[in-house]
């Protein structure tokens, strides 16, 4: 209650109705798998098209070196192919993969250590470029002594920070003179040392200044360049090389301060000449690691906490991610820790591929028969597509490519659409066709098979979850069931403390029903009236005392999803001429 302490007219706003409550997106994608560069520690990194994937995970990778792990680059590709607009990549890399790393100078003392920001040959590209730089400058009105301490009062002490080192040329074709700032206050500086008297220049245009020492970084990888100008060595300041870099995408810099007590600009310290204009280092010793050295635990990640998760485990942190894969990667251990993590978020859906040479029916079933669950669907065959690296066509797990059709879908019809008899974009082929007999072996165990139609092109032609549950069997009911619960677990949050009693519940219920309605409306319900479409309960016929006294608000909801028209029947009869 508002307080009323003096005489007056007041306005008070309050709700009363229903709040809006908005769908949540059912088309982000997460991927995980081998890539060319890319943190493999951390949270899944945000991709907006595969332009943006080259840049933060680098191009397609060999079959040679990366046989069949080679595939996150490809269906991340044909992810945004086929209609997917964002997706969320985690990067995995076998143990004894390597990062790149130099020194500057390489000789023993002051040092900066360079180490690029994730393993891979990729770092043996990079280049770091240091040359000389300054902030600022000024000169010096005024030498104010007191007792032996000198302060010189220049004419902007603006960027002259405690501990910068400053340079000072006595006079044309002298050496420079160098000294540290040892404390700025206002228009005066106190340094290290003493300068000559002589350095005091009052002209209009002063041929005798100070200047700060500072470096500049340029940091090259392929068309990507860092450019960090004014770095420094002094730590307490805003521009000291360590912190300016640290959100570098290429790489993590370490100073390594010498025992030299001298006063060196940082440039001369790196460089160990003062004749040059500026030195260059190639990053060495990155490495891919072996193939060989890949488990399923790679995969499947480790959770070491928040910010520390890896493979799978790493998408624990994500709450924007809908559907999940891992392309390419069949081992059951693998895919089973994938539907266990779907299952246990309960708000996102794994897309599966079968292994390439499962072309048997039997083969297939019996990987099929590995799973039972309404978060998960399997995909086959494989698509052939064309590859740029290799310049000729070459099989793809079919799981990014799906992914971008369920976007596609999605953003077209509703999640409520089963999306399926829908055209595989860039696809040429298929690496194995299946025919109408081994189809009806197939889609009533649960595989969703992708077939090629004369006429109508390559299409998935299929929209089960390998489900053993009848009532959960088709992918757009229970993808549907997501959207809802995620939904309105999203918007309620407003309900959390308020008072637990007749009014709450009414405008919850409220709430409820205006977003199913919306549902309904847009044919995401089944039904001819709201009243077959939905029903939302909450009151006491859904809570009893004690659960009210336990702080506990009850909403019992039910939904009439719309199936899929998966069997069209035409019941043809002969009409003939004396028939009524």
């Given amino acids: 209650m508002a307080e009323y302490l003096s005489p007056g007219v007041y306005v008070e706003e309050f709700d009363s ?11 982000t994608a997460g991927f995980i798998g081998l890539a060319q560069k890319g943190m493999t520690v951390g949270l899944p990194q945000l991709v907006t098209n595969f ?17 069949d792990y080679r595939f996150l680059a490809y269906a991340v590709e044909h992810f945004f192919a086929n209609g997917g607009s964002r997706c969320f990549v985690m990067r995995v890399a076998p143990g004894d993969a390597a990062c790149a790393a130099g020194f500057l100078p390489q000789e023993e003392g002051a040092a900066l250590k360079f180490t690029a920001k994730n393993q891979g040959e990729w770092g043996n590209q990079l280049q770091v470029l240091i040359s000389p730089a300054s902030k600022a400058k000024t000169q010096v009105l005024e030498i104010v002594t007191e007792g032996e301490n000198k302060k010189y009062r220049v004419k902007k002490a603006v960027g002259f920070h405690a501990g910068d080192v400053v340079a000072y040329r006595v006079a044309e074709g002298e050496d420079v003179v160098y000294n540290r700032v040892v404390k700025v206050q206002d228009n005066m500086l ?5 300068f000559d008297d002589d350095i005091v220049d009052t002209n209009l245009l002063p041929e005798k200044v100070l200047t700060t020492c500072e470096f500049t970084l340029e940091a090259h990888f392929d068309d990507i ?31 390594i301060p010498g025992e030299s007590e001298d006063i060196l600009p940082p440039f001369e310290v790196i460089a160990r000449d003062k004749t040059l204009s500026a030195v260059t280092l190639s990053l060495a010793g990155g490495s891919n690691g072996s193939v060989g050295e890949l488990s399923a635990a790679d995969f ?7 910010g ?15 559907i999940m894969a891992v392309p390419g990667v069949t081992d059951p251990n693998v895919q089973l820790s994938l539907v266990a993590h779907c299952e246990l978020l309960a708000s996102r859906f794994a897309v599966l591929d079968a292994p390439q040479d499962a072309k048997k029916i039997d083969d297939i079933i019996a990987h099929r028969d590995l799973f039972d669950s309404t978060y998960a669907a399997l995909y086959h065959p494989w698509l052939l597509v064309f590859d740029p690296l290799d310049k000729r066509n070459i099989a793809i797990p079919p799981s990014g490519s799906v992914m971008g059709i369920y976007a596609r ?3 077209e019809r509703g999640v409520h659409k089963a999306p399926a008899n829908e055209a595989v974009r860039a696809c040429v082929g298929l690496d194995c066709n299946f025919n ?4 009806d072996i197939l889609n009533p165990k649960g595989v969703d098979l992708i077939r090629a139609f004369p006429g109508m092109g390559i299409r998935v032609w299929g929209a089960r979850t390998v489900s053993s549950d009848g009532s959960w069997k088709y992918v757009n009911v229970r993808r549907l069931f997501i959207f809802i619960e995620e939904s309105i677990k999203a918007n309620t949050n407003w309900v959390v403390f308020e008072p637990n009693d007749e009014t709450l519940w009414v405008r919850v219920k409220r709430t409820i029903e205006v977003f199913l309605t919306g549902l309904w409306r847009n044919g995401s319900l089944a039904g001819t009236s709201t009243d077959e479409a939905f029903y939302v309960n909450v009151g006491r016929s859904t809570m009893s005392q004690d659960d009210i006294d336990n702080g506990r608000l009850i909403c019992v909801i039910g939904v009439a999803p719309v199936k899929p028209a998966e069997f069209v029947i035409f019941r043809i009869t002969q009409k003939t001429g004396d028939a009524q």
């Fill in 17 to 27: 109705g229903s709040k809006p409550m908005e769908g949540v997106s059912t088309s």
């Fill in 51 to 67: 332009g943006d994937f080259k840049r933060k995970y680098g191009g397609y990778l060999s079959a040679n070196e990366f046989g």
């Fill in 190 to 194: 106190e340094f290290v040392s003493p």
């Fill in 225 to 255: 360049v860092e450019i960090y100008e004014n770095l420094s060595f002094n730590i307490n300041e805003a521009n000291y090389v360590m912190k300016k870099t640290e959100k570098s995408d290429l790489f993590f810099v370490e100073y």
């Fill in 300 to 306: 499947i990640g480790e959770d070491n906490g928040a």
């Fill in 308 to 322: 520390k998760r890896t493979g799978i485990q790493a998408f624990v942190d994500n709450d924007m991610v809908s």
């Fill in 409 to 411: 879908s999605d953003n």
């Fill in 436 to 439: 109408k007999g081994e189809q």
